[in-house]
């Protein structure tokens, strides 16, 4: 049972009406004008650089990943030999957002790993292969400097369902994974073929309409079925541990029961871990529940 405060919090964003602001961009799909208007409308809550109270804290770095920005923040007593690879949520459309670099924050100084967060390339200006191939690169830039088995590869929602695909391709070419992958609501089918019953109404953030239609505009010349697209539908076998948070009450909650069941059948340890009532990424919001489903976040990943 969700606290007050996330009820509250829950009502806040309804009220709001983000739900309906993302649904809008499912109407306007089959014309690229008004959805790019829209898209840069609601692009200005995006945080693309890190906030000023993370610059007083971290030393930053930007390298470049296949020409989109990869902001390492490494402590300032000097650098970890653990690191955070942090791909964030927005449907591919949008972030990150200030509570993804929040979560960052909060996690890597808990553990004391550095942290790394990639703003990957996103719809309507580029398509799955072209985002997969430069996160594949942001991935091998961390690895090298890091080494695959000392980092943490953490996706939310959208960039939940990237994490996995990378690491699926990074498997298949051969190379190394990374230590445990933690997946927050992760995008794991953008067809939803699982049926979602009647959690649409009680999902504060998302839609069937909006989740489809970033599938559709997300996979370009891919099918939104396609293993890159929808790691469900991959092979998921010989992949490092998983951590997935779930939440009740959001339409993805269907698609990642049944993602976990089959990632334990392939043979993977997978952990489900549910938040009953809560909403969409909840571990990112500023509550009490957001800031416990941290923390235990952080425990996954460890001390480094």
């Known amino acids: 049972m969700p606290s007050l405060a996330d009820r509250l919090a829950t009502q806040v964003v309804k009220a709001i009406g983000i739900k309906r602001k993302l649904t809008r961009l499912a109407e306007v799909e089959n014309d690229p004008p008004r959805l790019a208007e829209l898209v840069r409308k609601l692009r200005r809550f995006s945080r693309p650089r890190p906030p000023r109270s993370l610059l007083r804290r971290w030393n930053f770095e930007t390298l470049d990943s296949a020409g989109h920005d990869l902001h390492v923040a490494t402590s300032r007593q000097g650098r970890s030999g653990r690191a955070i690879l942090y791909l964030h949520g927005g449907g591919y459309m949008f972030g990150p957002f200030g509570t993804d670099w929040a979560a960052c924050d909060r996690v890597a100084s ?101 989740v489809t239609s970033a599938g559709r505009l997300y996979s370009g010349e891919l099918a939104a079925d396609d293993p890159s697209v929808s ?11 998983l951590h997935v948070f779930a ?58």
């Open 110 to 210: 808990s553990t004391g790993c550095d942290f790394a967060l990639f703003d990957y390339p996103k719809v309507p200006d580029h398509q799955a292969r072209q985002t997969i191939a430069a996160t594949k690169r942001a991935y091998g830039l961390i690895a090298d400097q890091y080494g695959a088995e000392n980092m943490i590869l953490i996706g939310t929602s959208a960039g939940g369902g990237l994490a996995l695909t990378v690491m699926m391709q990074v498997r298949d070419d051969g190379g190394a994974l990374p230590a445990t992958a933690i997946l927050i609501s992760p995008g794991v089918d953008l067809t939803l073929a699982d049926p979602i019953g009647d959690l649409e109404p009680g999902d504060a953030l998302l839609s069937v309409a909006h």
């Open 247 to 304: 939440a009740t009450a959001e339409i993805l909650y269907p698609s990642l029961r049944t993602f976990v069941a089959k990632a334990r059948e392939a043979g993977n340890d997978a952990s489900l871990i549910i938040g009953e009532g809560q909403q969409h990424t909840w571990p990112l919001s500023p509550t009490p529940d957001g800031r416990k489903a941290l923390r235990e976040i952080a425990a996954i990943v460890g001390p480094a």
């Open 231 to 241: 790691p469900l539908f991959g092979d998921l076998g010989r992949l490092p541990p």
